[in-house]
């Protein structure tokens, strides 16, 4: 069972940053597919950042360009950039953990608690 714990999030103003980070319990073929969703109150979860095998990376148009993953196959970590942040910004994030990347919230199985990232104006 791969454990995933997230950190890192909190508060920070329009145009500020903030890294999120997540440890796993393992890196293996369970966790070829890292990524970082989130959720937004009333909405639903959206991925935000994948990446595979630790180079193939894919944003959500909406981060392109502000957001970048990694991966730190030595620590196993995995770390989601944040720049240039807006309100609309505002969700829990959750970091989660598959054999292969998808867009779907449901093709994932591994997920971390999450951690609240708050973007005022």
């Known amino acids: 069972q791969v454990q995933l714990v997230e950190s890192g999030g909190g508060s920070v103003q329009a145009g500020g940053s903030l890294m999120l980070s997540c440890a796993a319990s393992?890196?293996?073929?369970?966790?070829?597919?890292m990524a970082w969703f989130r959720q937004a109150p009333g909405k639903e979860r959206e991925g935000v950042a994948r990446?595979?095998?630790?180079?193939?990376?894919y944003y959500a148009d909406s981060v392109k360009g502000r957001f970048t993953i990694s991966q730190d196959n030595r620590k196993k970590m995995v770390y989601l950039q944040m720049n240039s942040l807006k309100p609309e910004d505002t969700a829990m994030y959750y970091c989660?953990?598959?054999?292969?990347?998808?867009?779907?919230?449901?093709?994932?199985?591994?997920w971390g608690q999450g951690t609240q990232v708050t973007v005022s104006s």
């Open positions: 990446i595979y095998a630790s180079s193939d990376a």
């Open positions: 393992e890196f293996t073929v369970n966790t070829n597919c």
């Open positions: 989660a953990a598959a054999r292969l990347c998808s867009e779907y919230v449901n093709h994932f199985p591994y």
